[in-house]
Nanobody, 114 residues
Framework: QVQLVESGGGLVQAGGSLRLSCAAS????????MGWYRQAPGKQRELVAA???????NYADSVKGRFTISRDNAKNTVYLQMNSLKPEDTAVYYC????????WGQGTQVTVSS
């Protein structure tokens, strides 16, 4: 079993920055992809950014150039640096980690005020 602990969400004004962290612990043998998803009220959960074990990254078009995903394999941790935040970035952000199956974090609220 793998546990994920997210941190770093909060309230920020438009144009501001936040950094999300997600630390994995438990029965970890090999982590493959790590990523961040978000879900706004009334909308489906969507991919924000993902990073493979080799460091290849993938971003949603809406966050390209503003968000950066990174990972520390020694700490089993994935980060999401979010800059130039917009009100439309407001959502609950979920961490997802894939080993032999996918695990989800509990979610952290990000609210961007205009």
């Amino acid at each position: 079993q793998v546990q994920l602990v997210e941190s770093g969400g909060g309230l920020v004004q438009a144009g501001g920055s936040l950094r999300l962290s997600c630390a994995a612990s438990g029965s970890i043998f090999s982590i493959n992809a790590m990523g961040w998803y978000r879900q706004a009220p009334g909308k489906q959960r969507e991919l924000v950014a993902a990073i493979t074990s080799g460091g290849s990254t993938n971003y949603a078009d809406s966050v390209k150039g503003r968000f950066t995903i990174s990972r520390d394999n020694a700490k089993n941790t994935v980060y999401l640096q979010m800059n130039s935040l917009k009100p439309e970035d407001t959502a609950v952000y979920y961490c997802r980690v894939t080993t032999i199956r996918a695990y989800w974090g509990q979610g952290t609220q990000v609210t961007v005020s205009s």
